[in-house]
């Protein structure tokens, strides 16, 4: 079965902290995956997606096919990246499915 | 900048309402998607449309319905209004599938 499984609903650390959100799939094709950022009152947005191995506010995530997983880290944690963040997998086709999200609290 | 446009931000409905969710985006974007977003479940594709007048039904399509009358226009039906549809729906556009922009949400009550 086609999965995304962010095994956390919340995930609180110091600022300056690292953090690292954990996200795990299950595809039996080639995924591609991404994450997606929702920041209070704003709209859902990409964040990065892991074909373009590009680091984004700081944010990195390397797919690891062995281990099916897509974690997300950051290696010194701000107040500002406080948010609703989300794993996503494209299976192909018009297909995308979404983790269910993990809320990090980065705390001063 | 894409913008995605849902015409309300919060709506309340009765139970056995016909409900009408709209959503303008204005980027010329073929591809159209509906999603309903609950805490715990993350979010679930209720139908999107590749095209004017076509539709694809996605993981929780029953209860709603859509139309794609123009390009732009992709609009959320809720037949008759329950109270397990309360939720926030979220619309999105995309160039290519894989990059979604979506908009601000709807937050619907249904009492």
């Known amino acids: 079965a086609q999965r995304v499984t962010q095994p956390e609903k919340l995930l609180s650390v110091f600022k300056g902290a690292p953090v690292e959100l954990k996200c795990n799939y299950s595809?039996?094709?080639?995924?591609?995956l991404f994450w997606y950022v929702q920041y209070s009152r704003q709209r859902l947005q990409l964040l990065l997606r892991?074909?373009s191995r590009e680091s984004i506010k700081g944010f990195t995530a390397d797919l690891n096919k062995g281990e099916t997983s897509f974690h997300l880290k950051k290696p010194f944690a701000q107040e500002e990246d406080s948010a609703m963040y989300y794993c996503?997998?494209?299976?192909?086709?018009?297909?995308?499915?979404f983790g269910a999200g993990t809320r990090l609290f980065v705390k001063a | 900048d894409v913008k995605v446009t849902q015409s309300s931000r919060y709506l309340v409905k009765r139970t056995g309402e016909k409900v009408f969710l709209e959503c303008v985006q204005d980027?010329?974007?073929?591809?159209m998607f509906w999603y309903r977003q609950d805490p715990g479940l993350g979010l679930r594709l209720i139908y999107f449309?590749?095209?004017?007048?076509?539709?694809e039904k996605g993981d929780i399509p029953e209860g709603y319905s859509v139309s794609r009358e123009k390009k732009e226009r992709f609009s959320l039906i809720l037949e008759s209004a329950s109270t397990n549809q309360t939720s926030m729906y979220l619309c999105?556009?995309?160039?290519?599938?894989?990059?979604?922009?979506f908009g601000q949400g709807t937050r619907l009550t249904v009492v």
């Open positions: 996503a997998l494209h299976t192909g086709g018009f297909k995308t499915i």
């Open positions: 980027m010329d974007h073929e591809n």
């Open positions: 449309s590749y095209d004017v007048k076509m539709k």
């Open positions: 595809y039996s094709g080639s995924p591609e």
């Open positions: 999105a556009s995309s160039l290519v599938i894989t990059e979604a922009f």
């Open positions: 892991h074909i």
